[in-house]
Each structure stands twice: as C-alpha cells, then as structure tokens.
C-alpha cells in the first residue's frame, strides 16, 4: 500500500495549506462537532486534500486519544498534507485564535467581572451553558448507550462520583478495565454498529484513500519524537519551578494540568467535572460559579472547549501570584497551562500516526475505549448536575450518609431568571435546533437587558 514521505506530497503548497488552516481556525465555534463539519466541508468537500474514508480513518484513531480530538485531526491532516511542519502548523493555528481570545475576556472578567453589566451578562450565559451540556449528555448518550451494558457502566461512572466522589482518572481506569473483560469474555454485550458507507463521487482526492501513513512506522523515530515531545513540555514547567518555586501556584497549575491532559478521554466535557472539582474544591483557584462562566466564555470563542483551563489558570494566578505581579502571574499562567494542555495533544498524533492501523485493528483496545466511552456519558451527566446546582441556586449543602456524599441545593435560594433561560435554552436548542453560538448570544442579551431593567441577576 503506497505511503508518501515525512515531508508530505508537494502537490498542495505550503502557503495555501497555511491559509487554509487560518480560515479553518476562525470558524472553530460550536464544539468538536461544529469544528469536525467545518474541516470535513473545507478540507474534503471543498478543497479535495484528502478523501471521506481517510478523514474519517484519521477521526477514528484522533477519538482513541486523551485531547482535543479535533485539533488532533487539524495535526493529523496537516501532518499528512506536509509532514511535522504541517501538523505543528495546523494544530497550532486551530487554537491560536482561542488562545487570544479567551486571554483577553479573562483579563476584562478579573477588571471588570463585579460591574452590574458583566454580572448580567453572565448570568444569561450560565443557564445557557447548562442547557448545552444537557444537549452533550443526549448526543453522547445515543452514540455511546448501545447496549444494556454500557448503560450500566454509564450510570456506575455517574454513580461514583456524584455519591461517593471518585476521582475522573479511577472512574477512567475502571471503565476500561469493565470495556476489556466484557470484549474478552462476554462480546456480544459491546454491540457495534456497522459503519455506514460514505459514497463519494467528486474528483479525486490529493491525498488518496489508500495511502495510510506520511511515514512508515519505525522504533527509531518514535523513540526520537518521544524524547523531543517530552522536552518540549516539560522544559516549562521545570523553568517556571524555578523562577516561582516548588510550592508556587504556577508550579501547581502546571503540573496538575498537566495530568489532565493525558486523561481526557471523551472530550472536553468529560474532564471538565474533574477540573470543577479539583480548581474549586481541593485548590481554591476560583469559585463554583467562576467555573460555569468560564465555560461560557469558551463556548462562545473559537478552539477547542478545554480552552477554558486557561480562564481557570488566570483567576487563580491573579489571585494567588506569590511574588509576581498579579498581571504578570495571571498572564504567564495562562500561557504555561495551555501549552502543557496542547503539547501531549501534538506529542500523541506525532508519535502514534504511524501505528494508526495496529491500533485500530486490536480488538482488546477497542473494547476498552467503548467502556471508556460510556462512562464519558456519566461523567457529563455529573457535570451537569454540578453546573445545575450552583446556576440555579444561590446556595448549597452536603449530605453524607456514611461514605456517600451528596451535594443539595438550598430550595430557598433559586434564582428564577436562571431557570427561565435555561429553558429557554433547552427549547432553542432541541427545539429551533439553533446553533450553541447563537442560544449563547440570545441569552447573553435577555440577562443583560434583567441587568439593566434591575432584576436581580447575581
């Protein structure tokens, strides 16, 4: 089977690649799916680079990965198209734009966060924010929940950390554990569906379906992009230790976020209650509330959704800088979190594209991930329940009965505009099937227009 060279095939420019990927990054709103439709339009409908069995081979083995899978699929094809410049290029430039962006509203929230205008905007936003991770938890559901199985391995995931706090990466390992031995053992309760055929009948592709690597797989080079991938994320974290210290916020944002990033299976939703958890509870770095808004402060900016971790990172730099300006801090920090965010993401699709087919063709792996898979939709569903109880409520308690924990909202502290425009919400989104970006901006407006008319919106 034909394989191209690690420079990539010269048919397509440099530069026009270049432009491409730029355009391709301003459009990235709505989340992985809106991001996946945008490169599947531009890159296979549109510009011919590669074919529909391709990009949906290289989607494939993107989603067995902890990360971003689209901006793993932007360094995937851009890999493909030029070989590692093309893949540091375009998944560098599909989270550029997000970087900027979402940098520049964190800094407007800690400036101006308590004015009565921002407080209103937020307060459209959050209930908003909540009925699109409801919608995740529906979508997820029906392509994950194929069977009587998975469904249980979804509710024990949900389970575990709503009841009896659990950590994400534990419900991780399990889930898997529970995927192999049911492949192993009992297969016919991991039920499959077939892949459907793409027809396919434009001009043919740059890049031809059959051509399945850039480079063939060799011990040589993975051990080489290895060494150079873990330099390059950890030379950051070790100066930032240095010049802040061992026990600096900085120093612990790095390191915790760097964790996560090797353990978001399922997306960025999947990670996000674990984030919440860890950020609020166990660091302190911002509160509850903070989190949903920064939430949607990422869902309504282009990039990957766990963009948010630099929001997160921001207030608690600010808040905690050590001996650094506050600014300085809050800045470094948000820079320092979303590189060691995206460099697994880069060290993963660099080292392990070769290997794509092995990888797809074990069974064994495969049933993992289908666990993994499921328990994502118990992981949302959590993230849910978090986010309803502190966008709903003003107030809220725990409940423990022996080892189970449970959090409870304060019945008398609802805020009924944010139960308005979460159903609101809801109804746009299931409904009028309007797009994230555009539930986000009607909300947005409603709760500025509370803010302004007096409502109270806090």
Known sequence: MPAVEDTGPTVVPFRAAVRAWFAISLQTFGGPAGQIAVMQRSLVEEKRWIGQRRFLHALNYCMLLPGPEAQQ????????????????????????????????LSAVYVAFGTTTAVLALFAGLAPAVLAVVVQAVTR???????????VGIAVAAFLALTLFGVPFPVVVV??????????????????????????????????PDDVLHTAAPSWRRSVRVLLVGLVAWGVPLVAVALLTGAGSTLTEQGLFFSGTAVVTFGGAYAVLAYVAQQAVGGYGWLAPGEMVRGLALAESTPGPLVMVV???????????PGD?????????????????????????????????????????????????????????????????????????????????????????????????????????????????????????????????????VS
């Open 73 to 104: 699929l932007a360094t995937y094809v851009g890999w493909l198209l030029h070989g590692t410049r093309g893949g540091l290029v375009a998944g560098g430039l599909f989270v550029l734009p997000g970087v900027v962006a979402l940098l520049v």
């Open 140 to 150: 997820v559901g029906r392509r994950a929940l194929t069977s009587p199985a998975l």
């Open 174 to 207: 399990l889930a898997g554990a529970a995927g192999f031995a049911l492949g192993r053992w009992r297969p016919a309760l991991l039920r499959e569906r077939a892949a459907a055929a793409v027809p396919d009948d434009g001009p043919p592709p740059v890049v």
């Open 310 to 320: 630099q929001f997160v990172a921001f207030l608690g730099a600010y808040r905690a």
């Open 324 to 456: 650094l300006d506050p600014w300085v801090a809050a800045v470094l920090a948000s820079l320092l979190v979303t590189w060691v965010t995206f460099v697994p993401s880069f060290l993963f699709v660099l080292l392990g594209a070769p290997w794509m087919e092995r990888l797809r063709g074990n069974r064994s792996l495969s049933a993992a991930l289908t666990g993994i898979t499921a328990a994502v939709v118990g992981v949302i569903a959590n993230l849910g329940l978090y986010f309803a109880v502190h966008t709903l409520f003003r107030g809220t308690g725990e409940v423990r009965w022996g080892p189970v924990s449970l959090l409870v909202p304060d019945p008398g502290t609802l805020r009924p505009l944010a139960v308005v425009l979460a159903v609101l919400a809801a109804v746009l989104l299931f409904r009028a099937k309007l797009s994230v970006l555009a539930v986000l901006g009607v909300c947005a407006a409603l709760g500025l227009v509370a803010g302004l008319a007096g409502l109270p």
